[in-house]
């Protein structure tokens, strides 16, 4: 039973960890929590399904396409539902145009691709067994995607613009950076995390248009447990939240492990309302 | 002579009266037109389209058998697109613009349950095959009548299945959190506990839920004897199916006729995890001890061959239900004709319609037409041309 706790629980917990990254990612570059997260997870899963499993075509190529389908999302997101909205910051009208980014690409899934969960394919033609590639690959997607971010952000020149116009927009484009490109960039980068987290996760969450919401309200609460724009916050409180998730599957069951996990959700928030890895909001006065 | 305005109006009262009484006499070779609202195209449409066949196929014969005393049948179709807010326009267009004389459909329930108040209200019969419980009431709709099993019916069959042929005592029974599966689950146990069962496990899982190891578990150790799902949902159904294969935990999975779709099996880790799961299905229109099926259903396949309607894509209970709808409404128009009050009159007292899906009875306090006993387990891995074996124990 703590096997089956700890793998499934580390698992999915990788998959929510890459969702609140790809949250961190875009709400870095914009200041924007855009809810089309859980949706670049679903389409991951479902383009990777059609891809490889529909076209037939080599897992290597699917791959490439499907992290390149969630970069053009990102891009389509930053530019239909995020740049209109960022003169009024202030009025959250972000929650409603990237909610209905994210709603229409859901029902446009469910229609051209059916509201059956549909198989994923194996990616690697390995015998089943209790370390199964549906466990270890969120774990891999997951090392790969925080040490690529930690290279990017350190060790390179545009790693660096990034993390430029996260800390001061303003001061970065004084600077001269493109800002605008850097933004785009940034939802493209967010858009393959997000495919990839689905891709990764595929043969585990299946290829459902429904996994959608899931991964929007999952991968939301490692971003406000470990702060928000704090990626390795993200990936602590991911990783938390999916061997929790799973203990109170074993424990409590059904939908009451739901209500568990929003219960101690709420609690962690009441008593740090910054995120367990987030400082406080200094105030000048 | 200068016209009155009163000698006018007479003579204009005289003229309509003239032609509604000339009316008739034309009506006779008119067709008869039958509104029908399948969903042909959007997520739900796999039922409406197996439906359709059948009902293409029976209009067919009719009208190339003379039609209903001479006159043949139109058949006015509007797709639902499986939609409940198209239904409703289709079923308002059908008896307000083409004024037909009685509709069937929708063929999905979430579409009738938003049509039946609508038709009821403008008095036009409806025949339907949709399975939540509410959908026929002889107060509140007192013209619609359903050809098919109710919710209740489908429970019964597979508690009956379960406690009286498997003899498990012991059960579980788990859905997902959807309305259907929730309200499924709150209906089915205390019936399973009327039979003498013991609901050992009672669950409601979110479908999208990946890994239900868990409440397998929890089953496996309250001594669960057979699991009950309750799900439309095939990633959900084949979670349950793959757990149970993985764990090498030999009990039968009975419930719902998902459990025996093609995408349920495409979601199965190994082939061999399909045995000893039994889906609900309809005696007519399975294969006994043998692979036999009744007489009428042999001759109605012989009749699909000639037609060369395919079955390979689709279920045969879908088609045979599409075929006897319009041959019950048609036997109705053919003694009494097609005015709605005797349309309902002549169903009301309905006594065995031979279907090929089922022998259909109503009466006038009982729209539910479709015989208990005819509602069956079949095994899921049997399926061939659209049709299912019985479950083991069920007998010739």
Redesign the interface.
Known sequence: ?VE?IVL?GVA?GCIYALIGVTYNVMFSASRVFSFTAGTLGMLGGVLGSLFIARAGMPVVVGFVLVLAAGALFGVVTEVVAVRPVLRSLEQHLYVLSTLALALMTQQLT??EW??????FPRLFDLA?GGFDQQFWLPMAACIAVIVGLELLYRRTLVGRAFLAIAEDTYAARALGLPERRLRMASFALAGMIGALAGFA?GE???A?F??AP?LTFYGFVPVALGGMGNNRGAMVAGLLLGLFQ?AA??LV???FA?VAVFTVFILVLLARPEGLAGAAVQRRV | MPLTRRQALASAGAAAIASGLARPAIAANEPIRIGYLPALTGPSSSTGIGINRGIQLAVQEINAAGGINGRQIELITRDTQSEPTKAVNGAAELTHGEKVSVVFGPVNSGESLAVVPLLARGRTPQVHPCWVDTLTDTKKYPMCFRNAPTNQQIGAAANRYVVDVLKRKKVAVISDTSGYGTATVNAYVPMLKAKGAEVVYQGNVDAANPDLRPELLRMQSAGAEAIMPWSVNAGFLSRIINTRGQMGWDVPIVGQTTLGSGQTKALLEKPEYWAKVYPNNFRPVCYAPGGKVPERTTAFLDRLKSAKIDMGDTLLWWIALGYDSPRMIAEAMKNVGPEPDQIVDYLNKLKGFPGVYGDISFTPDQHDGYPDDEVVMVEANSLKDGAFNLAPGYGA
């Open positions: 039973m089956s499934s999915i469910a229609i059916g509201t059956e969960s549909r198989p089943r996760g585990m969450l299946l459902f429904g996994n899931m799973q599957n074993f069951g059904g939908i739901s």
